[in-house]
C-alpha cells in the first residue's frame, strides 16, 4: 500500500461493523454509509481492492467501507469490545460539522464513550499499523 488512510478512517469502521452495514457477496461487499444514503461497492480479488467511496476512489487509500471489509474478513484484526461503542455514529454529519477535521470528529466521538479512551486509541493504533504493513494494492477499479 503506498497512501495511507487518516487514522479516522478505522473509528468509521467500527461504526459500519457495530451497525451491521456490511452485506457480502462472493468477492465483494455492499457498504451502506453512516447516515444511510449511500451504497458503496468494494470488490477484491486476492490481495487488490476497489471501493467507489471518495477515499478509496478519488484519494487511493483504503476508506472505511475497505477497511470495515477488511476487518470482517479478519485480515485486520479487532477487538469486538471496542466495536460495540461505536454503535449509531453519523459520522457524516459529524465530518461536515468539523469541515473534514476527521480527528476533532473522533475526539467528539471519544468523549461521549464512557469506556477508557487510552484502550480504544491503543487498539487503533494497533490496527493502524497492522492495515499500514498490509500487502494490499488500491485500484480505482477491479478488472
Known amino acids: 500500500m503506498i497512501k495511507y488512510p487518516p487514522i479516522a478512517k478505522i473509528y468509521e469502521a467500527y461504526t459500519c461493523i457495530a451497525d451491521n452495514r456490511v452485506e457480502f457477496y462472493e468477492n465483494e461487499a455492499i457498504v451502506t454509509s453512516s447516515d444511510g ?3 458503496y461497492i468494494v470488490k ?3 490481495n487488490i481492492f476497489a471501493s467507489n467511496d471518495n477515499a478509496t476512489f ?3 487509500y483504503p ?3 475497505v477497511i470495515a471489509v477488511l476487518m470482517i474478513q479478519n485480515k485486520l484484526s479487532y477487538d469486538e469490545e471496542i466495536i460495540k461503542f461505536f454503535k449509531n455514529i453519523n459520522w457524516h454529519e459529524l465530518n461536515n460539522k468539523y469541515k473534514r477535521d476527521y480527528d476533532k470528529a473522533v475526539e467528539e466521538v471519544l468523549n461521549n464513550i ?3 479512551k487510552g484502550k480504544i486509541k491503543e487498539e487503533t493504533n494497533r490496527i493502524y499499523e497492522e492495515l499500514k504493513q498490509m500487502n494490499i494494492n ?3 477499479k477491479l478488472v
Open 63 to 65: 476508506g472505511y467501507p
Open 37 to 39: 444514503k449511500k451504497k
Open 58 to 60: 478519488w484519494q487511493g
Open 44 to 46: 477484491w480479488k486476492d
Open 138 to 140: 488500491i485500484q480505482k
Open 114 to 116: 464512557d469506556f477508557d
